[in-house]
């Protein structure tokens, strides 16, 4: 399942975040909302529904992070074409 990068909304695969896809820095900056290695010190023109929603339900779900991916791929499924833009 995909969470998504706070700043950007760049799609990332949960496990592969967790386990190997991201040096131990980068997942800590795609956790607090720094960027991903996609857009990590790059300037974000407009951030994305699914960012802010990742962000809101991080704060909601604390370190239940396959919650996160479930409610987030749920958000997907119910509002569609919305959620990615």
Avoid at 53 to 72: F, K, N, S, Y
């Amino acid at each position: 399942m995909d969470v998504y990068c706070k700043r950007c909304g760049e799609p990332w695969e949960l496990d592969g975040v967790e386990h190997g896809d991201m040096t131990d820095e980068e997942r800590s900056r795609f956790w607090k909302g720094e960027g991903c290695p996609s857009c990590y010190g790059e300037p974000v023109e407009k951030r994305p529904f699914r960012a802010e929603a990742t962000a809101v339900l991080h704060d909601l779900l604390g370190d239940d992070l396959d919650g996160l991916a479930a409610e987030l791929e749920d958000a997907e499924f119910l509002l569609g074409e919305e959620f990615w833009g």
